[in-house]
């Protein structure tokens, strides 16, 4: 109990220092009351006009900024009420006004603007160093100092620190950081590397074609940046209704001036009018909001991002990760002659669970499935990117590619495998099994898509979703047999992260555009859409730092729950905006013949205020 007392203290002293002005205006109109209630009238408006001046000349100076930038807020009546307030000494109604806006604008803030940045992550990912070979020397160097023709020397687990050629036989490289896909491939002689790919294989040699600051992965950082710099801020739903309130509250106002002929009469319209349902109804509703996503296992990072969500134009996919598991899975097994495919998957795994290759890895949680216990092999030997071999059951046992069994199998059996490799449908991957020196058969991986993502999809149509996409780097055979898998009828296959981001700014020129992707690749693209939603579970960091909105389980069908959490919440906080409008028209309308005094004005637009909190709860 103890600790509970201690945190909720620590909570309110840090959200005080976060927010003087409200914390302020609350102790004053507290104290201006209690003074009120004993019979210290005199000390009492002394604590309201310390609220009303202290409190309300920040207020003043702020909102007079914003009209002269041409914003014209739902702050300007608020502005009026309290200027007026101070001219005609009304401090107790205009200690209201100064703590009803400070409030919301405290509200708005922490339910709009905790934002966070991915660059910091990003930037300590970019290559540090190279090492440059001169002659028969190699020299560690500062990777910024990498010239365009430098021949350098990548090792076993280095980042690759600038775009480049290899100059080698060949070269094993992991490229998911920027691709999106989990397999790590060979490139072969004068093929193109990137930057930010890690070296899996063994050392080899490349000639640099740009420098690390015009390399791929730089590219991506800077992406990031310019997207996060150039994202326009979002108008605020109470400043849309402002448009035609504010006007019409001046009038009414001047109205009631020429009615009464007193400046009191303009306060009371004003102290009416304020549009606190304006500046509180959407922020309680944002925040009732995402703590309902949250529930769901759907971060929301600010507020801004649940209510655009709401109007989705367009909804983007990245594949690998997110439409897909995004790791190879045992698709079939295949098997030749007198093994069965249980045996040739014990077999297989057996030597596999020694290797941490991605498809090593895939056939041996296929296993575990099947079997309660594998084999430790004898002799176990791998041949980084091609394959392993080891004895189990006393028979010698190969899985891997092509090339790996060529140098290990006769003749005949060569000419076979390239007669098998063909009846494979292209684009798959496979491994190939040999038990006691005889091919056994093939295993086939594929790329599942998740659970529900046919429905999901079929959900954002009904919902209104124009535009459905699936971009990958993924090869065109690939992505065409996913997409129709998903109902996807608009895919872009080979994409690298540029060519992601133009699709998303071509989609967001059209209407509000939501991004849903996992990997380093796709950040660019998660910071340019209106909206980014980035998988949490299983995604990089760099990923769910770019995103406005992180999915904390893997089921990237929670993003329509996130659309109809938004379109909740719009719905209830608009009730709450024209029912105090509403109000607040009427209360206008009688304040104008002068029966209504400024602090029953402010009583009475309290009232309001709770009724379209209480509505506003609802969207939790």
């Known amino acids: 109990m103890g600790i509970m007392t201690n945190i909720s203290i620590e909570s309110v002293y840090s959200s005080a220092r976060r927010y003087p002005l409200p914390f302020f205006a609350l102790i004053g109109l507290v104290v201006g009351s209690a003074l009120f209630l004993t019979g210290q009238s005199l000390f009492?408006?002394?604590?309201?006009?310390?609220?009303?001046?202290?409190?309300?000349?920040p207020i003043v100076v702020r909102t007079i900024r914003q009209v002269l930038r041409g914003r014209l807020s739902a702050d300007v009546i608020a502005m009026l009420a309290i200027v007026v307030a101070m001219l005609v000494n009304e401090s107790f109604a205009g200690a209201i006004i100064v703590l009803m806006q400070s409030g919301g604008e405290a509200l708005e803030d922490y339910g709009f603007n905790r934002a966070s940045s991915s660059l910091e992550e990003l930037t300590a990912r970019t290559p540090k160093s190279a090492r440059r070979k001169v002659?028969?020397?190699?020299?560690?160097?500062?990777?910024?100092?990498?010239?365009?023709?430098?021949?350098?020397?990548?090792?076993?687990?280095?980042?690759?620190?600038?775009?480049?050629?290899v100059t080698s036989e060949k070269a094993y490289v992991d490229e998911s950081a920027l691709t999106g896909e989990p397999v790590p491939r060979t490139v072969e002689a004068n093929g193109k590397l990137l930057s930010g790919s890690i070296n899996v294989g063994d050392t080899f040699e490349m000639r640099t074609t740009a420098i690390s600051e015009e390399s791929q992965y730089a590219k991506i950082v800077k992406m990031v940046r310019d997207a996060q710099e150039n994202k326009p801020k979002i108008q605020r739903l109470a400043d849309?209704?402002?448009?035609?309130?504010?006007?019409?509250?001046?009038?009414?106002?001047?109205?009631?001036?020429?009615?009464?002929?007193s400046v009191i009469t303009v306060l009371a319209v004003l102290v009416v009018a304020t549009p606190c349902p304006l500046i509180i109804a959407v922020p309680i509703a944002v925040i009732a909001a995402v703590n309902k996503a949250a529930n769901e296992s759907i971060i929301v990072k600010n507020g801004a991002a649940i209510e655009q969500i709401s109007d989705a134009k367009a909804v983007l996919f990245d594949k690998t990760g997110t439409i897909t598991y995004g790791s190879p899975l045992v698709d079939e097994i295949i098997p030749f002659g007198r093994h069965t495919k249980k045996e040739i998957l014990y077999m297989s795994a057996s030597v596999e669970?020694?290797?941490?290759?991605?498809?090593?890895?895939?056939?041996?949680?296929?296993?575990?499935?099947?079997?309660?216990?594998?084999?430790?092999?004898?002799?176990?030997?791998?041949?980084?990117?091609?394959?392993?071999?080891?004895?189990?059951?006393?028979?010698r046992v190969l899985v891997g590619s092509r090339g790996f069994f060529e140098a290990r199998i006769d003749g005949s059996t060569r000419l076979y495998l390239k007669i098998v490799?063909?009846?494979?449908?292209?684009?798959?991957?496979?491994?190939?099994?040999?038990?006691?020196?005889?091919?056994?058969?093939?295993?086939?991986?594929t790329d599942k898509?998740?659970?529900?993502?046919?429905?999901?999809?079929?959900?954002?149509?009904?919902?209104?979703?124009?535009?459905?996409?699936?971009?990958?780097?993924?090869?065109?055979?690939?992505?065409?047999?996913?997409?129709?898998?998903a109902g996807i009828k608009d895919y872009r296959a080979g994409l690298l992260p540029a060519e992601k981001v133009e699709i998303?700014?071509?989609?967001?020129?059209?209407?509000?555009?939501?991004?849903?992707?996992?990997?380093?690749n796709d950040a660019p693209a998660l910071a340019t859409a209106t909206v980014g939603v980035a998988m949490g579970a299983h995604g990089?960091?760099?990923?769910?730092?770019?995103a406005d909105i992180v999915l904390l389980v893997d089921d990237v069908t929670k993003v329509t729950d996130a659309i109809l959490t938004g379109r909740r919440m719009l719905k209830i906080a608009k009730q709450s905006i024209f029912f105090g409008i509403g109000l607040s028209s009427v209360l206008m309308v009688i304040a104008t013949t002068g029966v209504i005094p400024p602090p029953v004005g402010a009583i009475l637009q309290e009232a309001i205020d709770v009724t379209v909190i209480l509505n506003a709860l609802r969207a939790r």
Do not use: C
């Open 504 to 520: 998303v700014k071509d989609a967001k020129s059209k209407g509000t555009t939501i991004m849903v992707g996992d990997g380093i």
């Open 449 to 485: 898509i998740r659970p529900g993502v046919t429905k999901m999809i079929g959900r954002l149509k009904g919902l209104g979703v124009g535009q459905i996409t699936m971009l990958t780097g993924d090869n065109e055979q690939n992505a065409r047999v996913i997409a129709d898998a």
């Open 421 to 445: 490799e063909r009846s494979v449908s292209e684009g798959k991957l496979y491994s190939f099994v040999a038990i006691g020196g005889k091919l056994a058969g093939i295993i086939v991986f």
């Open 135 to 165: 002659g028969n020397h190699i020299e560690e160097i500062d990777a910024n100092a990498v010239k365009v023709g430098d021949i350098l020397v990548i090792r076993h687990g280095d980042l690759i620190p600038a775009d480049g050629k």
């Open 353 to 395: 669970q020694l290797s941490s290759h991605p498809l090593s890895v895939s056939i041996v949680t296929a296993a575990r499935k099947e079997f309660e216990r594998l084999e430790k092999p004898k002799g176990f030997k791998e041949v980084p990117s091609k394959g392993v071999e080891g004895v189990v059951k006393g028979s």
């Open 540 to 546: 990089t960091g760099i990923s769910a730092e770019a």
């Open 240 to 261: 849309k209704y402002a448009t035609y309130f504010t006007p019409l509250t001046i009038a009414i106002a001047f109205i009631g001036y020429l009615m009464t002929h």
């Open 44 to 57: 009492a408006n002394v604590a309201w006009y310390a609220v009303l001046l202290l409190g309300g000349i």
